[in-house]
């Protein structure tokens, strides 16, 4: 089995770091917030992307 490059590695730690910070805003009660603006986040939004920290307005910060 072909291993990983240096770069495919980097690409699966951030997403799995997403993730425990997506789960770690799940379980405080922010998680429907914007991070930048608190507005909330649109239930739709989370359903498709449940990675989405951030609202409309502020996507480039994710
Ligand atoms: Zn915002």
Redesign the pocket.
């Known amino acids: 089995m072909k291993e990983f490059d240096n770069e495919s590695v980097r690409a699966i730690e951030t997403t799995l770091n997403d993730v425990d910070r997506a789960l770690e805003r799940l379980r405080s009660a922010n998680y429907r917030c914007?991070q930048?603006?608190?507005?909330p986040i649109d239930e739709a939004d989370l359903i498709a992307n449940p990675l989405l920290a951030?609202?409309v307005?502020?996507p480039e910060l994710a």
Do not use: L, P, R, T
């Open positions: 914007c930048v603006c608190q507005a951030n609202c307005a502020h």
